[in-house]
């Protein structure tokens, strides 16, 4: 037998070790492991982040083959709750979440972007007592142009009976929400989550099936060079936006990006700082990002990376809505940027 020359830089036995290591931190087992407890709450959270991964997967799947299959694509002919054209793709991925989460035994109510009231599964209520509040996919212009998509998702525990299904106890807080994500559709699929322990992310490898820790404890930049924002809607911002976005473009070193899709704009935010605004409209002052599902699980991600989340007046995990599907406001991103964009709100410069 030949033997390899020893200047090759052959894998030793720890270097192996450690890279299999690796491989085989998958999500739910990384829950366990940042929880250090294998109680019946970890279990369940871990269970839940699984599934959670099994339905990016499915919609992942189903997007990387929309554009060659009959009916995966366009608009259904619908208007959803919020006033928008629904796409045959939001439906899809609304389904998936409710299927995966049906006999999991874990999820009594998915509340989402596409459906008015929450769904539920009583046969799941005397064991799981969670909710997950999620928005299918977010940034559906992007659906039929094979560009960038997310999903959103927030777990709160259940409090109280909710027998009548009003869902009044989701009426709190974004400090309830006791784990929250985005699973981003992008050259690769990636998810992050926390669990109020710091960020993790994690990437699809397709030929395991599973999504493996990509980076643990991901820092958001203190200050960033992008900001992003649909300037088509400047001559509806209130002054303070205005002269904010006329400050950065006087100011060298800033630069614009905009996807169409948050969940895209705030990954990058989270790897590269920056900020990003959905400020509210002279038509819409309330703005048009959805609290529960879309604000808040992001605010919970970017703050725990060290960043910020404000309305402009208060933090959005302060934010108590009214109703389920309340707007609101949104800036988020690198706290320096953030801190800026609130003193232009705040005193005008
Ligand atoms: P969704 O597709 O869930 O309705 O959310 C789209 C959101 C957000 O992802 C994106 O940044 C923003 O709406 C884009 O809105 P504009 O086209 O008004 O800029
Ligand atoms: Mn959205
Ligand atoms: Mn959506």
């Not at 694509?73 to 793709?89: A, D, I, R």
């Not at 094979?146 to 709190?172: M, P, T, V, Y």
């Not at 643990?216 to 205005?242: K, L």
Request: charged share 20%.
């Amino acid at each position: 037998m030949t033997q390899a020359p020893e200047s090759l830089d052959l894998p030793t036995a720890d270097t192996q070790e450690r890279s299999l290591d690796r491989d085989c931190t998958t999500l739910s087992r990384h829950v366990l492991q940042q929880l250090q407890s294998f109680s019946g709450s970890a279990q369940d959270l871990s269970a839940l982040m699984n599934r959670i991964a099994l339905a990016g997967k499915l919609i992942a799947r189903h997007m990387s083959h929309a554009g060659l299959m009959a009916g995966a694509l366009g608009f259904t002919g619908e208007v959803n709750v919020q006033g928008e054209s629904v796409k045959k793709m939001d439906i899809y991925a609304n389904d998936v979440f409710i299927a995966v989460f049906k006999q999991s035994g874990l999820v009594c109510r998915l509340a989402s972007e596409e459906m008015e009231n929450p769904y539920y599964i009583p046969e799941n209520c005397p064991i799981g007592r969670y909710t997950l509040l999620y928005d299918p996919i977010d940034g559906s212009s992007n659906t039929d142009i094979n560009l960038s998509l997310g999903s959103i998702f927030s777990i709160r525990q259940q409090e109280g009976e909710d027998l009548n299904g009003e869902a009044k106890d989701l009426l709190a807080s974004g400090h309830k929400q006791i784990a929250a994500g985005y699973i981003l559709y992008g050259p690769s699929t990636m998810l992050v989550y926390t669990i109020g322990n710091g960020v993790h992310s994690f990437t699809l490898d397709p030929s395991l099936g599973e999504f493996i820790l990509t980076e643990e404890n991901i820092r958001i930049p203190e200050h960033g060079s992008v900001y992003s924002v649909n300037e088509g809607n400047f001559w509806q911002w209130d002054e303070s936006i205005r002269e904010y976005i006329r400050y950065v473009h006087r100011t060298e070193g800033y630069t614009a990006r905009y996807s169409g899709a948050m969940v895209s704009d705030i990954h990058r935010l989270l790897i590269q700082g920056g900020v990003f605004l959905y400020p509210g409209t002279l038509p819409k002052p309330e703005g048009k990002l959805r609290l529960l599902y879309e604000s808040a699980p992001l605010a919970f991600i970017i703050e725990q990376a060290g960043g910020r989340a404000t309305t402009g007046h208060m933090n959005i995990l302060d934010v108590v809505p009214t109703k389920l599907h309340q707007r609101t406001p949104l800036i988020i991103g690198s706290p320096k940027d953030v801190a800026k964009v609130e003193s232009f709100i705040q005193n005008g410069h």
